[in-house]
């Protein structure tokens, strides 16, 4: 099994965003941080989970279909839309995603406090400064 977190950070006067991605497997984490498109923390949230699952297909590879994915994110729009299969504004990112998830055994994705997602939150942040 696998466990991912993913969250963004986002500057709001400028749209700058990052994300934060944790893998966790067999007590070995992996962090990954990214400078994101601009855009709003919403937007971030869901290219963040993208980015996250991409980042594990590549680890992954062939083994990705014989996987358990343990998903964590502190944004609710994300968790809601992925539970729901539906997000008003962000359809798009909820189909692609859930497209990546049909690659993978099984997916549980889970809402999480902030607090709990302090991993990919820092770096998250750490990305956003890095340019």
Not at 33 to 43: A, F, I, T, Y
Not at 80 to 87: C, I, N, Q, V, W
């Amino acid at each position: 099994m696998f466990t991912l977190y993913t969250d963004a950070a986002t500057e709001t006067d400028s749209g700058r965003s990052a994300a934060g991605i944790l893998i966790i497997h067999d007590g070995k984490q992996q962090q990954l941080k990214q400078v994101l498109p601009n855009g709003d923390n919403h937007q971030a949230e869901f290219a963040a989970a993208l980015a996250g699952f991409k980042a594990l297909m590549t680890l992954l590879g062939d083994t990705a279909s014989q996987t358990t994915v343990r998903y964590f994110t502190d944004s609710k729009i994300v968790a809601d839309s992925l539970l729901k299969h539906y997000a008003k504004h962000y359809q798009a990112q909820v189909d692609e995603l859930l497209a990546l998830h049909q690659r993978f055994a099984i997916v549980v994705t889970q809402w999480v406090p902030e607090k709990q997602n302090q991993g990919a939150h820092h770096l998250a942040q750490q990305a956003l400064h890095m340019g």
